[in-house]
């Protein structure tokens, strides 16, 4: 059973920075571990995803955001900076336990998985 629980939202301002975190059990070295966006009224969104040494981000977030993960912890990461108001969304942790070409990642429908998300609110 893989479980995600996802922490580190909050109000920002613009230009400031935000680390999410999201603890995962049941996962393995082998899983993808993803972070989705959804803003309100809106589609939830790709935003970056990690698995072994690889990494891949949407093009909206590329050189703001970085994903990376502990395996000690069983945890990734979400560091995002720069933050712009268009970031607002609730933000979730999506694990698919087994591998998968990288141009799969950013499907939604790849993930087995999802944690219940954490609130980001960028305003001035």
């Known amino acids: 059973q893989v479980t995600l629980v996802e922490s580190g939202g909050g109000l920002v301002q613009p230009g400031e920075s935000l680390r999410l975190s999201c603890a995962a059990t049941g996962t393995s070295r082998n899983s993808v571990l993803a972070w989705f966006r959804q803003a309100p009224g809106k589609e939830r969104d790709f935003i970056a995803a990690t698995q072994g040494g690889d990494r891949v981000y949407a093009d909206s977030v590329k050189g703001r955001f970085t994903v990376s993960r502990d395996n000690a912890k069983n945890t990734v990461y979400l560091q995002m900076n720069s933050l712009k108001t268009e970031d607002t969304a609730i933000y979730y942790c999506?694990?698919?336990?087994?591998?998968?070409?990288?141009?799969?990642?950013?499907?939604?429908?790849?993930?087995?998985?999802w944690g219940q998300g954490t609130q980001v609110i960028v305003a001035s």
């Open positions: 999506a694990a698919r336990r087994s591998r998968v070409i990288v141009g799969a990642w950013s499907r939604r429908n790849e993930y087995e998985y």
